[in-house]
């Protein structure tokens, strides 16, 4: 709900990088005061700002991966879409997908069903899959392949705000099992950060926050592609500010990646080998 909400605020900007009308219905009661909260912990007044932020990573994150996944689907070889998890995304109601393109969304249950109640009436743009599974639960493979997934079609996958939210072994599994069920040459992408960001003093006014809402962070790590090699994957690292993943604006000076005792966040992309 709180992205939801920070996507509802980027579509009202006059300089917004993209658009979600969904978003300020998906969001509910509780996404504006969640956004509220994270407003007066990231902009004090009368003091400057120590934290990253949010209202300007999310817009930036969003618009890398809405580009990423709608260059993915212009292959004509590649027919399988699947994000895990879903969350409170519209990418299969808000974008234009081809044809051949089946759109496969995976979340606990309860998510899916508030998501379908706040979007009655509407159509998705695509040919749409809802698998009811949690990504840490034993057979959420099954439940993808009884709702139309073939292990041995190309696919693209987006992990989109999950992997600092899970323990380090549920990471490796999650990416193990999802390895597991990609045809060779297959698409991932997904956002990680790293060590510090979870550590750092001047992380803790965002950390709190996290965990007080009872989803605190709890991985990162200082090496996203060796960890995804790992796995099977050979991803690229880009930072928000580099020039692929800036659109104007991260407000933030980009850390080289030698240095060391700052906070970074990595969206990676690649293919499985």
Known sequence: ?????????????????YEDPYAAALCGDAGPSLLAEIREAT???NALRTLPSTPDYNAIRTRFFDDYLQRAAKDSDLS????????????????AWPEHI?????D???VL???????????PQVQHHVVAADLTAPDWEARLAAAGYDPASPSVW?????LYYVTESDAHSILDRIAA?????????ADIVNDAALTLPNMRGLLDLFAGWGCPWLFGTDEPERFFAAHGFAVEAVQPGDPEADFGRWPDPVPPRGEKNVRRVFFLHGRRT
């Open 1 to 17: 709900m709180l992205t939801a909400a920070l996507r509802a605020a980027e579509t009202s900007r006059p300089d917004r990088i």
């Open 158 to 162: 987006l992990l989109e705000g999950l």
């Open 181 to 189: 069920i990609m045809a060779p040459g297959g698409l991932i992408a």
């Open 43 to 45: 902009f004090p007044k």
């Open 102 to 106: 089946r759109y496969f969304e995976v």
């Open 108 to 110: 606990r249950p309860a």
């Open 113 to 123: 069903e508030y998501k379908r109640d706040r979007l009655r009436g509407v159509d």
């Open 80 to 95: 399988q879409v699947v994000l895990a998890p879903a969350g409170m995304d519209s990418r299969a109601y808000r974008l």
